[in-house]
């Protein structure tokens, strides 16, 4: 089960979507055929006369999981919203202050420019397959020796909150690796998923008295479902193509400091 949901996550958007719809309408059909046109459709129509708020019952737990699992999806994307602005925002802040104290040199805007450009051009790409970027772990490194380089001209109140920065820029990328390779635990998706099949059921017992009305029921739950259960799952993770988190406040560091 575990191997099939992250199979499924992994899928393009129309593929994620194709998925869905394939499997609910399949059985939503199926659910029809059982309880009209199959052999056992005379012993299923004899649990006939279940009350209409019988279906509330799963729907809210059905409702209760997605609020859940929308929960996590989303904390985690804001987190990854938050983390990139951070390190952008240092990255500039240690510019304007180098440059304000009168110790800028073009050495330090020279890592600075180095450090973003590999984010933007070797690590963005791997944090997809949750992969470290070397060329970025080296120009974060080349970086913090620039600022905690000793020098005459560097004052030392200064510098040291140069050097706050760049450990705060550290911790921001390092989180920012973290969430590239969080997910949700697969059990939550496999929780929604079969209540979503089991609030299935819950409508065809309320309506076994008319094919039509069960068939149409079934039709709008499996299109509500199939929306909300697609949309969250091409968030899944903030960082994954084909929407993820992009690196443009990163690139605006490239933009405003100077070579």
């Known amino acids: 089960m575990q191997t099939m949901i992250s199979a499924w996550l992994g899928l393009s958007i129309p593929w994620i ?22 052999p056992l459709s005379g012993r299923i129509l004899s649990f006939k006369g279940v009350v ?27 987190q990854a919203e938050r ?42 790409p791997k944090l997809a397959l949750e992969q470290r970027s070397p060329p970025t772990d080296a120009a ?3 970086l913090l020796r620039e600022v905690a380089l000793p020098g005459a ?20 990328h390092e989180d920012r690796l973290v969430l590239s390779a969080d ?11 079969i209540l979503a099949v089991i609030t ?18 079934l039709f709008v739950f499996t299109l509500a479902a199939v929306s909300v259960l697609g949309l969250l799952a091409v968030h899944e993770s903030p960082f994954e193509p084909p929407v993820f988190v992009p690196p443009g406040p990163i690139l605006d560091v490239l933009r405003q400091v100077p070579k």
């Not at 209409?52 to 804001?78: E, V």
Request: proline letters at 3%; one cysteine or more.
């Open 17 to 38: 979507f194709a998925c869905l719809v394939t499997f609910y309408l399949g059985t939503a059909a199926l659910i029809v055929w059982l309880s009209f046109g199959s």
């Open 52 to 78: 209409a708020p019988f279906f509330g019952s799963t729907a809210i737990i059905f409702g209760l999981l997605i609020a859940f699992l929308s929960n996590d999806i989303w904390d985690r994307n804001k």
């Open 83 to 124: 983390i990139v602005l951070t390190e952008s925002d240092t990255l500039l802040a240690l510019h304007s202050l180098s440059a304000a104290s009168g110790a800028d040199d073009k050495t330090l805007r020279t890592a600075i420019r180095a450090y973003a450009q590999a984010v933007i051009d070797d690590e963005w």
């Open 140 to 142: 974060l490194n080349a």
């Open 153 to 172: 001209s560097k004052d030392v109140g200064i510098q040291r909150t140069m050097l706050d920065m760049v450990l705060r820029i550290r911790a921001a």
């Open 183 to 193: 997910r949700t635990v697969p059990t939550k998706w496999a929780a929604v998923l």
């Open 200 to 217: 299935q059921v819950a409508i065809a017992l309320v309506h076994l008295d008319k094919p039509r009305p069960q068939a149409a029921a």
